[in-house]
């Protein structure tokens, strides 16, 4: 096991958070088994002028956890049956937050893929933790998240594992900025490229 990341991680800007989430490993307990996978893909949300941030009309009772200090867990649903697994960044009052998109599958698979088959909507298969929909199927994420501190929780954490990553450059992680996924309407904070994967990896979401 690695090292639980601290407070000061998260309390810096969504763009240098997402970055540095890439091969740290997203742990889920249930019970007695744990749920864990290598953080491929992320992408950044950078406050109430991103237009296509949560934020971007001010606070409100969906969002509200954005403005509190960095670490805390905001989960939300969309297209009425998926959630999205997003880590408030930065410091309080400042609404910014790191979505994380996908996984590279390490322990607990069977049980990753039983949770699939109970959610009913998403396939088993092999590339299960790649999407967020899917990744939160997977890991059974879901509202109760909302508002906790992925520091202090038994639930859910981030470990600093760097010895668990294979895609690996000259010592360093390879990666590569993109422009974020499915935010046409954001003028122009759609070209941002504030989406990060780990050059190479099958298991990011879209190529």
């Known amino acids: 096991m690695g090292k639980k990341l601290t407070r000061e991680f998260f309390e810096r800007s969504a763009t240098e958070v997402a970055p540095n989430l890439l091969g740290k490993t997203l742990s889920r307990k249930i019970g007695s088994k744990v749920i864990s996978g290598k953080i491929v893909e992320t992408e950044a949300y950078v406050g109430e002028e991103d237009l296509a941030c949560h934020a971007r009309n ?13 670490g805390l867990i905001y989960t939300y649903l969309i297209y009425g049956m998926y959630y999205n697994f997003n880590i408030v960044s930065a410091r309080k009052n400042v609404p910014e937050a790191v979505l994380i998109r996908a996984l590279e599958p ?21 590339d299960f933790m790649k999407g967020p929909g899917k ?41 590569e900025a993109s422009k974020r996924i499915g935010i ?24």
């Open 58 to 70: 001010g606070k409100t009772e969906r969002n509200k956890v954005m403005y509190e200090h960095g």
């Open 106 to 126: 390490i322990e607990g698979l069977d049980l990753a893929k039983k949770n699939l088959v109970n959610f009913g909507k998403v396939r088993a298969d092999k």
């Open 135 to 175: 990744l939160c199927a997977a890991l059974d994420l879901n509202k109760s998240f909302y508002g906790e501190d992925i520091i202090d929780s038994d639930r859910v954490w981030v470990e600093d594992s760097s010895s668990l990553c294979h895609s690996r450059v000259g010592g360093n992680l390879e990666i």
């Open 184 to 207: 046409d309407y954001a003028d122009i904070y759609r070209d941002k490229l504030w989406r990060y994967t780990i050059k190479g990896n099958k298991f990011v979401s879209k190529n």
